[in-house]
C-alpha cells in the first residue's frame, strides 16, 4: 500500500470512527444523560455550538467557512507532503490525523442542524419530516468522552477556592478532537524539525516571491 493510499485510508477511518460515536449518541441518548463505563469514564452526552462568548449567526457560519478553507489548505498541504516523497511518513500522518478530526467537527457544524431534531428532553430523530433543529452551517458539535479521573475538592486553607469540588479531567470532547490533539502532539513531540524545515520552506518561498514582485 502506498502513502497515499494510507493516508487517505487513515483519514476516512477517523472520520467514520467519529461520525459512528456522535450518529449512536445522538441517536440513543437525550442532551445531557450519561453511561457509566468506570468511575473514571462515561460517556456524557453534550453538545456546544463552536462559537466563543455567544457570537451567533453571521460568526457561526464565518467559522464554519474559516474551517472549510483551513481543510482546503491542510488537503493541499499533505497532497505536497505525498508528492515531495522526502517527508517521514509518521508527519504526514499526524498531519491527516488533523485533518480528519477537522473534517469530522465540520460536519457536525454544516449538517447536524438540518439533519436532526434536538435533543432536549428527548431523544434526536435523525431526517425528521417536518426539518432539523437549525438551518445549514448552524448546527452543535456532538461531544461525548468525559474522563473524570479525579474528583475531590481544594483543602480549607487554599485562599478562594478552598473546600470547592474539583474535576480533573472535567472537559468532554469527542474522537475528532482527539485526533487534532493528537496529532499536534506528536508533531510536537517527534517531529519538530520536520515541522521546521517545512515552516523554513514557507519562508523561504515567502521570501521568493517578495524579490521577484
Avoid at 44 to 59: K, R
Avoid at 90 to 107: E, P
Avoid at 181 to 187: H, L, P, S
Amino acid at each position: 500500500m502506498s502513502k497515499s493510499q494510507k493516508t487517505i485510508l487513515l483519514v476516512f477511518l477517523i472520520i467514520f470512527m467519529d461520525q459512528f460515536s456522535k450518529l449512536w449518541v445522538k441517536t440513543h441518548l437525550q442532551l445531557g444523560e450519561g453511561i457509566h463505563v468506570f468511575d473514571w469514564f462515561y460517556i456524557l452526552f453534550v453538545e456546544n455550538n463552536g462559537m466563543a462568548f455567544g457570537i451567533e449567526f453571521i460568526g457561526k457560519i464565518f467559522l464554519s467557512l474559516f474551517r472549510i478553507i483551513a481543510v482546503c489548505l491542510l488537503v493541499y498541504y499533505i497532497y505536497k507532503l505525498l508528492k515531495g516523497n522526502k517527508t517521514p511518513y509518521g508527519y504526514i500522518a499526524s498531519v491527516a490525523a488533523v485533518l480528519a478530526g477537522a473534517i469530522g467537527n465540520i460536519i457536525d457544524c454544516v449538517f447536524y442542524g438540518i439533519m436532526f431534531t434536538d435533543s432536549y428532553g428527548r431523544v434526536a430523530k435523525m431526517f425528521p419530516p417536518e426539518g432539523g433543529y437549525e438551518t445549514l452551517f448552524r448546527g452543535k458539535v456532538v461531544d461525548m468522552l468525559y474522563f473524570p479521573i479525579i474528583e475531590s475538592s481544594f483543602p480549607s486553607w487554599i485562599p478562594f477556592v478552598g473546600g470547592q469540588d474539583f474535576v480533573f479531567f472535567s472537559p468532554v470532547f469527542n474522537l475528532a478532537d482527539s485526533a487534532i490533539c493528537i496529532g499536534i502532539f506528536v508533531i510536537i513531540l517527534f517531529y519538530r524539525n520536520t515541522l521546521k524545515t517545512e515552516l523554513d520552506a514557507l519562508d523561504d518561498i515567502q521570501i521568493r516571491k517578495v524579490n521577484e514582485a
